[in-house]
């Protein structure tokens, strides 16, 4: 009787928790699109749910991707949707969509064309013959091509030039290159650095996708989902939860990007951004015109019905 009521005292004193902590291998881009990401690590809303998580940043969207069907990470958080649409092409069913990042009408701030300040390019067609750097990866690249092709040809006219993102402001800088078409933040503290000035701030409106463009995206590895399924859904609600936070405190929130994407507070608090949303707050057909346009250009081998990639719990 004795040891009966000693365990039940150490129980009492010393509870044992009523679930057990989850590692989860997260992987993100120093990018806005990556906001909910820095948000949830921030302010505890992993570790809320029994999840701890160990987050890697990537430079490209397709190492991230590599990283993701590879199992090296179980959630990406987030890259480009043509990086995914990429792999989805080459090798279906590797991952599912839980979140989006982007637009509902054809007007993307957040994907500018930059010059440097001083030069004398007053548009598109300007940059004939001239450096232009993107973003590592060949999709990137596909999308560049594809949006020059509006106003010359990309194959003859222009050189493209692969540059990391860390390395782009420096670039443009010392004359490597003529122009930098990027994702924010480079554009904007380019800008904020006297190097820069925007040359085109939405060029993806030149695509005309009226349904809005599915820039980013976070997503799943397909096993890691299929095998922790529950845990999958509290990752869900924790970056679901984040986007509620950024909804309710934007300027809060920004400051997560000054230490993240390493940039001045200053610029976090002014960066361009467009909408997170959750599934079900979204036209899941949006994506498809956009698929549609890079596969003209070649990039993917194979149609991809892109409404069959979401996640459903």
Same mark, same amino acid.
């Given at each position: 009787?004795?040891?009966?009521?000693?365990?039940?005292?150490?129980?009492?004193?010393?509870?044992?928790?009523?679930?057990?902590?989850?590692?989860?291998?997260?992987?993100?881009?120093?990018?806005?699109?990556?906001?909910?990401?820095?948000?949830?690590?921030?302010?505890?809303?992993?570790? &809320?749910?029994?999840?701890?998580?160990?987050?890697?940043?990537?430079?490209?969207?397709?190492?991230? @991707?590599?990283?993701?069907?590879?199992?090296?990470?179980?959630?990406?958080?987030?890259?480009?949707?043509?990086?995914?649409?990429?792999?989805?092409?080459? @090798?279906?069913?590797?991952?599912?969509?839980?979140?989006?990042?982007?637009?509902?009408?054809?007007?993307?701030?957040?994907?500018?064309?930059?010059?440097?300040?001083?030069?004398?390019?007053?548009?598109?067609?300007?940059?004939?013959?001239?450096?232009?750097?993107?973003?590592?990866?060949?999709?990137?690249?596909?999308?560049?091509?594809?949006?020059?092709?509006?106003?010359?040809?990309?194959?003859?006219?222009?050189?493209?030039?692969?540059?990391?993102?860390?390395? @782009?402001?420096?670039?443009?800088?010392?004359?490597?290159?003529?122009?930098?078409?990027?994702? &924010?933040?480079?554009?904007?503290?380019?800008?904020?650095?006297?190097?820069?000035?925007?040359?085109?701030?939405?060029?993806?409106?030149?695509?005309?996708?009226?349904?809005?463009?599915?820039?980013?995206?976070?997503?799943?590895?397909?096993?890691?989902?299929?095998?922790?399924? &529950?845990?999958?859904?509290?990752?869900?609600?924790?970056?679901?939860?984040?986007?509620?936070?950024?909804?309710?405190?934007?300027?809060?929130?920004?400051?997560?990007?000054?230490?993240?994407?390493?940039?001045?507070?200053?610029?976090?608090?002014?960066?361009?951004? &467009?909408?997170?949303?959750?599934?079900?707050?979204?036209?899941?057909?949006?994506?498809?015109?956009?698929?549609?346009?890079?596969?003209?250009?070649?990039?993917?081998?194979?149609?991809?019905?892109?409404?069959?990639?979401?996640?459903?719990?």
């Amino acid at each position: 009787m004795k040891r009966v009521c000693l365990i039940f005292v150490l129980i009492i004193l010393f509870p044992v928790s009523s679930y057990s902590v989850e590692e989860i291998q997260i992987g993100y881009l120093p990018v806005s699109m990556s906001l909910p990401t820095f948000v949830a690590l921030e302010r505890g809303y992993f570790g &809320e749910q029994g999840l701890s998580p160990k987050a890697t940043q990537f430079v490209s969207g397709t190492l991230i @991707m590599d990283a993701l069907i590879t199992g090296r990470i179980d959630v990406n958080a987030g890259s480009a949707s043509v990086g995914h649409w990429m792999v989805e092409s080459n @090798m279906p069913g590797t991952f599912k969509i839980f979140l989006i990042y982007g637009t509902d009408n054809e007007m993307d701030n957040t994907f500018p064309i930059i010059v440097k300040k001083d030069s004398p390019y007053k548009n598109l067609l300007d940059l004939k013959g001239k450096k232009v750097g993107t973003f590592p990866g060949i999709t990137s690249l596909a999308l560049s091509k594809a949006i020059f092709r509006k106003f010359l040809d990309p194959e003859k006219e222009i050189i493209f030039i692969e540059i990391p993102p860390q390395n @782009m402001v420096e670039a443009l800088a010392a004359g490597q290159v003529d122009a930098v078409f990027t994702p &924010e933040p480079f554009g904007i503290m380019g800008v904020s650095k006297g190097v820069a000035r925007y040359l085109v701030k939405s060029p993806h409106q030149a695509l005309q996708l009226k349904k809005g463009i599915l820039g980013g995206v976070f997503s799943f590895n397909t096993k890691f989902l299929q095998s922790k399924p &529950e845990v999958a859904k509290k990752v869900k609600a924790v970056c679901e939860k984040a986007v509620d936070f950024i909804r309710a405190n934007e300027v809060e929130a920004r400051r997560y990007l000054a230490k993240y994407a390493n940039m001045p507070e200053p610029v976090a608090l002014q960066i361009p951004l &467009e909408k997170w949303f959750k599934i079900g707050e979204f036209d899941q057909t949006m994506g498809q015109p956009y698929f549609d346009v890079l596969m003209r250009e070649g990039l993917y081998k194979r149609f991809v019905d892109t409404k069959q990639l979401y996640y459903r719990d």
